[in-house]
Structure formats: structure tokens, C-alpha cells
Nanobody
Framework: VQLQASGGGLVQAGGSLRLSCAASGFTFDDYSIGWFRQAPGKEREFVVGISPSGVSTYNADSMKGRFTISRDNAKNTVYLQMNSLKPEDTAVYYC??????????WGQGTLVTVSS
């Protein structure tokens, strides 16, 4: 099982980034996928999730309207489009997969740095 997050980097405040999460080793379209982030010195927090079919998405309240998740089941890939980025969005972003209540598979993370 592998979840490979990519697309992180350095961006100025107000800019945009699109992260990708490529999955392999499990039946991708049986799983919900979530994005989480962990800022320096802080606990990991949920950002946004998407259902196996992609029909339903659910955002953390603080990121509604700026972060959008989507998936391409034919490519076993989930995307996180991040707009209007703020310095406080600086964090390592992780993707994770779950079939039940708990997320069981985790990727290695990609660093997003937003400069002011």
C-alpha cells in the first residue's frame, strides 16, 4: 500500500497550489480519502475529505471556500486545490485513506510553505 503526496512548495500569500495524492496497492475506489496537515509545533488537523465515488466532500470549517478536493478514480489520484493561501497554511500536508471510521493508510506528506 502506498500513498504518495506531491505538489508542495513555496508560494507567496494569496497564491495557489495543487497537491496530488497517488495511491497504489489497494482498491482505491472503495476508500474515502482525506487530507490532513500538521504545522510546526501543532497537532495534525483534518483539512478536507472525499467519498469513494467523489460525490460527497467535507471540509474543515476554517478552510471552506479556499480548499477543494477532487479525485480521479481512473488514475487512483486525489487532488487538493488550495487558493488564497495564507502564512498560517504552512504545514506538511498528508493524504490518508479509510474504508471504515478510522484512516488506515497514510502517505509521507508534502511540505507547503506560504510566505508573507
Amino acid at each position: 500500500v502506498q500513498l504518495q503526496a506531491s505538489g508542495g512548495g513555496l508560494v507567496q500569500a494569496g497564491g495557489s497550489l495543487r497537491l496530488s495524492c497517488a495511491a497504489s496497492g489497494f482498491t482505491f475506489d472503495d476508500y474515502s480519502i482525506g487530507w490532513f496537515r500538521q504545522a510546526p509545533g501543532k497537532e495534525r488537523e483534518f483539512v478536507v475529505g472525499i467519498s469513494p465515488s467523489g460525490v460527497s466532500t467535507y471540509n474543515a470549517d476554517s478552510m471552506k471556500g479556499r480548499f477543494t478536493i477532487s479525485r480521479d478514480n481512473a488514475k487512483n489520484t486525489v487532488y487538493l486545490q488550495m487558493n488564497s493561501l495564507k502564512p498560517e497554511d504552512t504545514a506538511v500536508y498528508y493524504c490518508a485513506a479509510r474504508r471504515g471510521v478510522a484512516y488506515e493508510y497514510w502517505g509521507q506528506g508534502t511540505l507547503v510553505t506560504v510566505s508573507s
